[in-house]
């Protein structure tokens, strides 16, 4: 006997739901993404209890006529392609017809609709159900709302987690969305209070501030490069500014928000020598491509997409980072934060910290063009056999000598791999190393890479000869360092190789903490970091000086208020 039975759309289409819309936060993003293909300048967001009571989205897009109102409904169906050859290059957000049907399979769908000229219509759909038709009044556009979100599923109902958590989700998307679209006016409101709005005024630095707080686009940095046909924007925001989540970075492409481990892991790395560990920035990486370059149909949510040449493009993303960061020359953190309480109250005091989630207050001496390199410092004493004291007339300087002595050596090095095969400095005697068997499994399968870098071994592993601007006493250090490089990823990647081999060195051979330098050691320090492209971080994001600003000691003292 036959067991198998075609299920009836109805079933179909609520299995289907789990895969599109999993939570509130999903429903309000099919639903502004419709708005957003419409066309729509103004897309207004209303929620009511975390979105399980309702969620109310109105555009003034294009709107619907009587026989699209329906068809909406039905699973498949699509204004936005006809035909295979549709798929490879697609323009919307929405492609794949199944966004309404999923939402009203699972809730109760009121949608009202207007053409420009034309009649507004009302349609209604309870759990797939037509249950009511006819007209409508409203302005030009569409308001989809959606009640009782899983009332007849109950098992994906109990799933739906913490209002917490929900709330979290819905502001996420509604960051996004507004972050792809900085010339749609978006608003947010939870139940009846307003969490958030933008402008659509095509301005990212008010965009930004609107979505991640005033002021935080202060020193924030901005690339726009075209590589291959591809045009990339970047909005980096300072790294002082720092997280300890990866989830503020985010990456659109064609206006659409997309998840993409390698290329967050791009903005990282470009980030790296200016992050702490275990921080990380708050930026937007924009693209613009021919979408025949991407597969955005991976994934019912379309938060994935294939890319041609992910690594490519990886590579580039993590390149102009390195290089805008660097091009702008970053202020001496001062040793005390400022925030403003709000806008009448006088500045106030956060306590001596740095490097925490505070926006630092504009200070008005410091212009925001002003290229500052390290400032002309009179040498004052030691502090804990670590910190060099100077002083000049704007305040008093904590150095880490550890920490610019590391910035100084990186930076040479850095400077140095950039030509890596400059030039090899021929040893009269070879010398012999201290190498295990895996070491010479490993250098004499890439033995090219090693000399291409100014590494000569001759036939027992002896080295000959090594690079010009490599210090005797680093040699080991740099072969094991592109050793274990090699042996991990078989290859050597340029730009990964400088950076680490360069961190690896400069950190290794610094002076340390606590050794006493003489007088002309610390000249040469001050001298060195003077010349370095940014003095103020090491290498991995620590400060090597702070400002205690003059102005500051006097407040301490109470000299002034
Ligand atoms: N706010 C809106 N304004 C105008 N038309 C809309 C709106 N929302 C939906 N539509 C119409 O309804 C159709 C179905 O929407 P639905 O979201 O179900 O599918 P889609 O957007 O085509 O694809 P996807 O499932 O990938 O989102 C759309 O193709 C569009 O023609
Ligand atoms: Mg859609």
Redesign the pocket.
Known sequence: MSIIKQMDSKLANMIAAGE?VDRPASVIK??V???I??KASIISIEVMDMGMQSIIVT?N????DFS?AHL?FNRH????IKDESDLNHIYT?????????AISAVSKVILR?RQENQEGIQVEYHGSHLVYEGSATLNKG?V?EVKELFFNTPARFKYIKSDYAERAAIIDIFDRLALANPDIRFSLKMDDKMVKETYGTNDFYNLIDQIYGSKMTKDMTVFEETVQKIKMTGYLLSPQIARSRKKDISIFVNGRYIKNYRLIQAVIDGYHSYMMVGKYPIALIHMEMDPSLLDVNVHPQ?YEVKFVNESMLSYHIETMIKDALNKKVHQIPEAINRIRKDQDEKYVYQSLQFGEELIQENNEDNKDNDIQKLPDLDFVGVFSGTYLLFQNEDGLYMMDQHAAAERIRYEHYYHSLANPNQSVKNLLMPRSLDLTKEDIEVISKHMKSFESYGFIFDENYDLTGLPIWMLDTEVDLGIETMGSMLAEKNKIDLAVLRDSLAKDISCKGAIKANKSLNQNEINKIVKDLKQCKNPYTCPHGRPTIIKLSHYDVERMFKRVV
């Open positions: 599109v099919e639903l993404e419709n708005s293909d419409a555009d897009g294009e709107g619907m699209d909406a169906a699509t204004s936005k957000l929405g492609f794949r017809g199944e966004a309404l049907a609709t569409t989809v379309k």
